[in-house]
């Protein structure tokens, strides 16, 4: 690894004042599980790194009946998969976190380094397509917020100016009669990377499916949303298998997958499909229940 | 109940302790003061000139010490590339520095000027007059051209009447067979029994497929390294973490061009070995040249990465096999043509094309086997080497039969196994051996025979047969005054032959077994001791023990007669002490009071020692079935249930040899379903855990062993080598499972969702 | 480079160092410490040979900055037994075989202790699952798993 200057600010300001200053030379540090890997195989090679583990209050998970859901950027996944109200009411991100390695992994990455790392494939931003994230950024210069569609512009990049940081995702409280679900195509059990990531959440009212969505990771250049699919859930009732099939199939037009050394983009675009029909009634079985 | 008393029982291992507190030390454990860190250089591109090395950059990085290349190879054997690269991750040059950063970061900075060429990744590419060609001297005939050279040579050589018609014919017909000239062939071996054209000719039903199975890398755990240490009077000593310490001594003695009595190879605890880890060249020689350079020691140590992209794995292959049988299930021939995908050097496992032929009596047989040279490193062993790859053809082959006929595969199988006095095609008569009760073993223990399934669902069943390699070794035994029995040698534990020595030793000195100690030496110390590969150390090290053990038996007698004022025959080794059989009042001696007896005798202390050589080996028979579900919507296969069985002759502690029947089939299931090394024209493309897919706990459930004995005349106790056997059916074993639940077959592995998906909607499903 | 000051508690020993920001933990343990239990097998996070325990929680320690850890109680194998008195945990590995070459086990069982003191009764099924973060390439797992399954029944009761 090349060495680096590294710094412990305890504030946003000064991590993004730092981050400003450094442009182009400087990486954040959340969890490490991204970045460390990239600097030992150096294709990650920053002069300055910039922890943000000493500034209070970016870890941690709050909920209000009124408010919604609060992730600090610093939580672990782990927090994030263990935690009851998410288990119960944001299924998907919990399960979505769980994807993400091995507990040991999950122990070290952070909501906010997963998503910041904008990887196509990342576990958890399929669900937080489907749970309405608004992302809170800070900098210098203040805060704003971008929901969690406008965030990705690509591979590795996002929305985020020179100096902002990711401090916080913000999820709309969701009713008992709500239901999600984030189901990834893999080989291995544990410890794979998504050929595909599917994510569904839905809200019954009155027995009819309402405000679905439909996230896919790892099959297009950033996770996108499946809004034809979620259009046709909403437009029908009952949602019948025939009316899943139609959903899947429009899922399945709207990836762009390509072929890799993992799997074929034919394959990837049939997966959406399965995946999606699969998450959209678990997410409506779960909300029935 | 067993007659035994030490031998036969699952014992701690006698390296229990260390293993779990972490005090045993592997190679990178080993820190010597003022140790420097090693890093090699590699080359970047798969087929390359190399135009220009620029070190200087590199050298002027503080805390750099040395840097060297062939230049620095006195004897003038290849170590590092000079002008041509022949894959990525070839060693051009090694850095030594004060700090594993810094030399990482110095290799970084040595230039190396290339002159990229064309690339050749795939064997039926390769051997294809238009490939790119990786070395000189590297054409050879196929097997149909090779027939005709034979008939034209015997025609000319007669000269009792006048062939020139034939001659002119075969000629043309010779010459016409321009696809069976075969470039960049590294290798080649055919062998013949019968009369494969006859025997397909008899056949009711006659089966022809193209199996591939995919380079894997045996991913032991513990990644290449060494450290050595050359003083000035030029002796140099190298810890080494390998299964054998005596050839790294001779290997790197005769690269470097050091006297054997100036190298000592210390052996380190191992992390892992399965056939790939004898090489000299990965760490061991880098770090003697950059010790002898610095005058320090010096720490060489690949990454995982490294590993993948110049370790030494098992060879891919592509197996085209034909197989013959009657409708009522005899298999009269079978013709194997094999292409061993070698890499960059003439490779390992192509002879083991002829286990082609299995334990069956195939009457008809003809194997032809190439090696290929590929832009790609070179190959070593893995577990058995080669038989998993053609048991997964031969085994699939069988199975497509069996279906084909209609009869059980389990009793195709039976009924075609060779017993003892059978020819064994193109080898000797069989031996006695428990090929029909391992088969039937596992069969009942996995309840084949009222087997059911689900929808999705299906049963797979395959073998794979193997025999136990033998070599030399010398074990040294001492009895010391407080009782205790030490044991000396050196050869390297793999995964449990230490202890199962330890418990020959004690069941022969009737000792108790916590009262062994075991003390591997180094190669200065140590008698010679052979590898630890071909599942040949407790046939080898445990005759070897038993001879040892028994010389300290006549000892122990001899001087129990003198101090028990008897003769020797009239003396019992009993219960850890000598008591006289027929004497009244009865007396006796422990082997601790014994010993302190012999300290004051003219004799001296009790040492026994044990040498051997080879006796021949009984083949072993795996046989193992698969239960799975495959899900037809993503292509996911789920296993059920894994039963394997094994002969192992005698298991002398059979908690050990559960262990290695659930280990090697585990990595068969691997190989059978996720793990395959990817090339493209930039050179390997998954050099990491992410792609290179390692089953974890949450793959498999439990994997049910069983073990069969029927005992091998010439192993201690009758034990057999266990090591390699349970990997060799088990990439079969799966894709029959997988056969079985879907209905068609993959040819090509590992079978990965995708390919099942491929073959579902082939099938019109 | 500036190095920084850094104070690890390990296995209640506290060590102050003065350490390079690039160096990891795992390197730091073995190679400045000198605790060579904690093993690197990928040095990516995947295989879990460096697990070690930090404030109660198991971590792949080739992925932390020692910098990082600065101020952090870390627990490695060579801390797990008390007074000469084995873990349950390396108690298990002995009796059900859970081990080969050994190389993988002090991740495992360092794994497994933090998994345990978290969920102390896990089906084999979870307990498969949460172990996936570790990779052995000679047992084949069975024998893991049954050497984790016993060593948890005898925390339970003791």
Redesign the interface.
Known sequence: MRNFEFFEPTTVEEASSLLAQYNGKARLLAGGTDLIIGMKARTEMPEYVISLENIPGLDGITYDEGSGLRVGAMTKMRALETDAIIRDRYTALAEGAAEVGSIQIRHLATLGGNIGHASPAADAAAALLVLDAQVQIGSADGQRTVPIDALFTGPGTTVLEPGEIITAFEFPPRPANSGSQYLKQKIREVMDLAFVGVASAVTLNDGAVENTRIGLAAVAPTPIRATEAEGIINRYHPVTKEILEQAAEAASAQSRPISDLRCSAEYRRQIVGVLTRRTVQTAINRAQS | MSEYSVVGK?V??V????????????G??V?RPGMLYGKIVRSKHPHAYIRGIDTSEAEKLPGVRAIVTQADVKTGRSVFATDKVLYVGEPIAAVAATD??IA??AA?LVKIDYEELPVVQDVLEAIKPSTPRLHNDDTKDGPARRVIKARLKKLSDDESQDHSAEIEELTAKFESLEDEVYYNISAETHTEAGDVEKGFAESDIVVEDTYVVPRVH??????HVSIAEADSSGKVTVWASTQGPFAIRSGVAGTLGIPLTQINVIPT??????GGRFGVALTHVPAVLLSQKTGRPVRVQM???EEFVDGRPAPGCVIKLKTGATNDGRILARQALAFWDSGSVSGASIGSTIRVRGVYKIPNLKVDAYGVYTNKSGTTAYRAPGTPQVAYAGESQLDEIARKIGMDGVEFRLKNMREEGDQIPAGAKEPKVGYKETLKAVADAAGWWNREKGPNQGWGVAIGDWTNGCGPGGIYISVHEDGSVRIFHGSIDI??TDTAIAQIVAEVLTVPYEQVTITRGDTDSAPYATGSGGSVVTFTMGNTAKLAAEDTCQRILALAAERLNTSADNLELKDGKVSVLVQDPPRSISLGELAAYSLSTTGGPIVGKGSFARKPSTPALAAQIAKVEVDP??G?VRVLKMVSSQDVGFAINP??V??QI??????GYAWA??EEM?YDEKGN??P????Y????????P??Q?VIVEVPAPNGPFGAKGVGEPPITPTLATMANAVVDAIGVRITELPI???KV?DALKQNGK | MNKHPVSLTVNGDQYDLLIEPRKTLLATLRDTIGLTGSKEGCSTGDCGACTVIIDGKAITSCLMLAVSANGKEITTIEGLSSNGHLHPLQQGFIEKGGYQCGFCTPGFIMASKAYLDEIPNPTEAELRHALGGNICRCTGYTKIIEAVMSAAEAMRNA
């Open positions: 699952s701690p291992r390296d229990a302790l260390d293993k779990v507190t972490g005090a045993a030390q592997y990178a454990d820190h594993p950063d990482e970061e970084e045996q991913t032991y755990m513990e990644p605890t191992m992390g892992g070995g399965f990454t995982r990465e995964t449990g919507e993503t996911n908690m050990a559960e262990g659930e280990g090697g089939t585990v990595q379903m996720m990817q493309v998954n990491g855990f992410v792609d897919r390692v089953p974890t706990s949450a793959d498999l439990t994997v062993s990965k969702p995708e998906i």
